[in-house]
């Protein structure tokens, strides 16, 4: 039974979406498939999820990742969760592939979000997160994160 709603929460059809809004909204990030791993722990965690519902993107009290990310203790668990989600994330990417969502470039190790993908499915955390990402280094996004890859 614990498996059954494992598999039912966890399942790759379901965070296709996330991946998708998350490359559409990231700009000026190198080898964005680094990132790949992040998206479904930090989007489905409660408490970052929560944060990410409140990200301001313009205004004087704007946010940034510093800003959102900056207390230690919410990432207690985000190492487990990156390690136990890897896997999920991949299929997720395959799923999105498959339905001509994205494309992935070998040669610069980049996600490319497709135009063809249906805009209702838009996930505002996830979407959140990749412009709270925008412009920063894969070095300087995992060192915030405290995660290792």
Known sequence: MIDAVHTYYYNPFKYGSHIVSFYNSLEEVEQNILLL???????SHP???????TVRLSGKSRSTFFTKFDNPKEFYDLQERFDAL??????????????????????????????NYDKKQ??????????????LSITEIYKGLRVNP
Request: glycine residues 4%; positive net charge.
């Open 122 to 135: 838009i996930h505002k955390q996830a979407t959140n997160l990749g412009k709270l990402f925008s412009g």
């Open 86 to 115: 890897k896997r999920l994330s991949a299929q997720s990417l395959s799923y999105c592939i498959v339905n001509d969502w994205m494309t992935v470039d070998e040669s610069s190790l980049r996600i490319i979000a497709n135009e």
């Open 37 to 43: 791993p992040l998206i479904i722990p930090i989007c």
């Open 47 to 53: 408490e970052l999820s929560k944060k990410l519902d």
